[in-house]
């Protein structure tokens, strides 16, 4: 997780010429330097791809193109904490759709999405490879199983 998340306006781009001269000594392209102002800045703002593009003389559909095309990269800002619910066949069946409304009840937003205040990020993946748990979540990269709506929402308030 990065230190800070800096919101477009106000970014800085000195931490960026740091990571892109030393890519660049390294002889690493575009991705690696992707990588590391996403660690960096947490995501991938439009702002930060001209600025990318334009230090190394691509063209800014070219680096955009990169950034959307790995599902590594984040076009938009991430929260402290990560909710990965699975709506796989196991858990799907199981009720996925009861905890996926509580979620979105508790927090007030949709798959993909981020809080306002930056503190969660709730996304969709499709079998976290614990049918036998299910319903499933992962809570930032820990699988937690047999959810009811209860206990996902205990889940989200132990949360700081
Ligand atoms: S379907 Fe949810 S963990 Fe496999």
Redesign the pocket.
């Known amino acids: 997780m990065p230190k800070t998340i800096q919101r477009d306006e106000e970014l800085d781009f000195k931490p960026l010429d740091e990571i892109i001269e030393g890519a660049k000594a390294e002889g690493l392209g575009l991705i690696p330097i992707l990588q590391r102002a996403q660690e960096h800045y947490g995501y991938l703002p439009k702002p930060l791809l001209e600025a990318i593009a334009d230090r190394l003389s691509l063209s800014y559909s070219h680096v955009f193109g990169v950034a959307t095309f790995y599902a590594q990269f984040h076009l938009t800002p991430r929260g402290r904490h990560l909710i990965q619910q ?1 709506d ?4 799907h069946v199981r009720g996925a759709a009861r905890i996926r409304r509580s979620i979105q009840e508790k927090l007030g937003i949709k798959p993909g999405e981020t809080t306002e205040d930056l503190k969660m990020t709730y996304e969709i993946v499709y ?5 036998g748990l ?1 319903p ?1 979540a992962m809570i930032d990269g820990k699988v937690v199983g047999r959810l009811t709506p209860e206990k996902m929402i205990r889940m989200i308030d132990m949360l700081e």
């Open positions: 699975c796989g066949t196991a858990c079998c976290l490879g614990s049918c299910s499933v």
